[in-house]
Structure formats: structure tokens, C-alpha cells
């Protein structure tokens, strides 16, 4: 699941509490523009240019019956007050992997630094990070066409049978 403990946003370890994230779960947004603010507002570096159709759809998701439940439940199993549990850390894992790695990172990850994901490719034998400027810890949302140019250079830079190092 993760890569480093720390960063998880104080109402998801909240939400992830068996005492209160039940209250926490009881908070609905049905304004997209709060979806933009309060959710959007810390995963993005620029929430404004979230497209509305997505705010949308979020709320629609939100209010599917169990979708609540089953947000508490995952971040019951994955987080505690500190952040991500220690038994499901990634990072010990993951330096072993042979496959062709990529990690793409926004320049302006509120949640983890770019250092992070650069240690980690240090430690990995086939990896390397490319931070996106000017994005965020979605930077998909932000920098689109910068996250798709990174992949396609990647996918294009693996010799064929590199998975299976």
C-alpha cells in the first residue's frame, strides 16, 4: 500500500479510527465545489482546473449504498493515527523488484516529497522517478499530457522481456 507512513491527511486517519470514523463517515458533500476544495484541494496542485464532470461523479460515488462502510472499513485495515500501518509498508518489497519501474511524481505532492519516491528508486535496481512540475500528488489531474508523455517514454525505453528479470 504505501511507501512511507507519514502524510496521510489527519480526516483520513480519522475516518480510518473504528471510534470515530463512523462520525466521519456520516459527513456527506454534495456541492462539487466543496468536492473541489475539500477533497480536490490537497491531492492537486490546482483543484480549479479538476473537470466539473469528475466533482460530479465523485458525489455520485459517495452516495452509492456501502460506499461509506466500505471506505471505513479499507482505511480501518490500512491506517492508524500515526498512518499507514507498518505491516503493509512497501518500501522493504520493493527494493527487490527486478521489473522496469516508474514512479511519477508531482513537484508538488502535499502527502510525500519527491525525495521519497527517489530514495526508494535509488534502492531499486531498475527504477527511476520523473517529477512533473507544477503537480500535485495526482499529477494525472494536473499535467495530463506531462504524466503520459513519461509513461509512453518509459513503456518505449523497456527492451521486450524486461518484466522478467
Do not use: C
Not at 511507501?3 to 470514523?21: F, H, T, V
Not at 492508524?80 to 527494493?95: E, F, H, T
Not at 513537484?107 to 517529477?131: C, N
Amino acid at each position: 500500500m504505501g511507501l512511507d507512513r507519514g502524510g496521510i491527511p489527519l480526516i483520513l486517519r480519522l475516518w480510518g479510527n473504528p471510534i470515530i470514523g463512523p462520525v466521519v463517515g456520516r459527513i456527506r458533500i454534495s456541492d462539487p465545489e466543496a468536492w473541489r476544495r475539500q477533497v480536490f484541494g490537497g491531492l492537486v496542485a490546482h483543484p480549479e482546473a479538476v473537470p466539473r464532470e469528475m466533482l460530479t461523479m465523485a458525489i455520485a460515488a459517495d452516495g452509492i449504498p456501502g460506499a461509506k462502510l466500505a471506505a471505513h472499513s479499507m482505511l480501518r485495515k490500512v491506517l492508524n493515527m500515526r498512518g499507514v500501518r507498518p505491516n503493509i509498508m512497501l518500501r522493504s518489497d520493493m527494493a527487490h523488484l527486478r521489473a522496469p519501474t516508474l514512479f511519477v511524481w508531482g513537484d508538488r505532492d502535499a502527502y510525500a516529497p519527491p525525495s521519497s519516491g527517489q530514495s526508494l528508486a535509488r534502492q531499486m535496481p531498475h527504477a527511476r522517478v520523473e517529477i512533473i512540475a507544477d503537480a500535485g500528488h495526482m499529477p494525472q489531474l494536473d499535467q495530463p499530457n506531462a504524466v503520459a508523455d513519461a509513461i509512453t517514454r518509459h513503456l518505449s525505453d523497456a527492451a521486450p522481456g524486461d518484466a522478467g528479470v
